[in-house]
């Protein structure tokens, strides 16, 4: 997989959306100061070839820890921003030591929580929207509750467009979501968690946020203005909300859990 590690200090780890690349954290990345930024393209995006055989959430979620073992992180606090939502709640199921802190941005628990109208799952269903910078403008206030110049001329769209996923990893990544859930053992998450929904998001309703604010033990709840890219699209107050969660995260925890790598 494509990896990419910006700036310095406690390692953040970035999963987004899905079919989404590197290059589109741009705008949410310049605002995460203070932060050693690791990014990837999973499998079929970006500059990632396809898997061979498509895998569930939870593989997905041990690929993630096989990069982190590469990379000698131990123990990483997660923003998991929508399909990478998933991810990271299965990521601090399945290795809950490797997780120091999760925020959660524009997502859902998957099965159990209130999904999307038929027509924002159908569009979802497609990538035509990473290919053609006209479907991205007529699509983008059904799909993300955004204007159509927010979602195609921006430097999040621009990344977008410049490297879209390919027809089988976008499909291996419906494929993981598809009849996934966390809410059989959303109680069992003991990890501190701030969760983030928009007011205007279509494809992640904000319910999913109360959902999971309510299940989850530690968790923080903010309810933002704006549609499904607010991360990207207005990252300034949103990142603050993150950069001061994590701050009171890094006040809490002994030095060595906050270093987060190996000696």
Same mark, same amino acid.
């Given at each position: 997989?494509?990896v990419?590690v910006?700036?310095e200090?406690p ?13 589109m954290?741009?705008p949410?990345?310049r605002h995460?100061?203070?932060?050693r ?18 895998l569930?959430?939870r593989?997905?979620a ?10 000698g992180l ?5 923003l998991?921003y ?7 709640q299965q990521?601090a ?6 997780? $120091?802190? =999760?925020v959660?941005?524009a997502?859902t628990? %998957?099965?159990?929580g209130? *999904?999307?109208? &038929?027509?924002v799952? /159908? ?7 990473y290919?053609s910078r ?7 206030p ?10 195609a ?5 621009r990344a ?15 494929y993981a979501l ?8 959303? $109680?069992? =998450?003991?990890h501190?968690?701030?969760?983030? %929904?928009?007011?205007?998001? *279509?494809?992640? &309703?904000?319910?999913? /946020?109360d959902?999971l604010a ?13 549609g ?6 207005n ?19 002994p030095?060595?859990?906050?270093a987060?790598?190996?000696?």
């Amino acid at each position: 997989m494509r990896v990419a590690v910006a700036g310095e200090g406690p390692p953040l780890l970035l999963l987004t959306g899905i079919g989404a690349n590197i290059e589109m954290w741009e705008p949410a990345a310049r605002h995460l100061t203070g932060r050693r930024l690791v990014m990837l393209d999973v499998p079929g995006t970006g500059e990632s070839p396809a898997l061979r055989v498509g895998l569930r959430m939870r593989g997905y979620a041990q690929l993630v820890t096989q990069v982190l073992d590469v990379l000698g992180l131990d123990r990483v606090d997660v923003l998991g921003y929508s399909w990478g939502g998933a991810l990271a709640q299965q990521l601090a199921h399945q290795a809950p030591d490797r997780v $120091r802190a =999760l925020v959660l941005a524009a997502t859902t628990p %998957g099965v159990g929580g209130q *999904p999307p109208s &038929p027509w924002v799952l /159908a569009l979802m269903s497609s990538p035509a929207r990473y290919y053609s910078r006209t479907w991205l403008r007529l699509t983008a206030p059904l799909l993300f509750g955004t204007s159509p110049r927010a979602a195609a001329d921006s430097p999040h769209g621009r990344a977008r467009l410049h490297r879209p996923p390919g027809l089988v990893g976008y499909t291996q990544q419906l494929y993981a979501l598809s009849g996934w859930s966390s809410r059989w053992w959303l $109680r069992q =998450l003991e990890h501190p968690t701030l969760v983030i %929904g928009a007011r205007r998001d *279509p494809l992640a &309703p904000p319910r999913n /946020a109360d959902i999971l604010a309510a299940a989850l033990p530690e968790a923080r709840l903010e309810i933002v203005d704006g549609g499904h890219l607010f991360l990207f699209e207005n990252p300034g107050p949103s990142c603050a909300l993150v950069e001061d969660f994590l701050r009171d995260q890094d006040a809490r925890a002994p030095a060595e859990q906050v270093a987060g790598s190996r000696p």
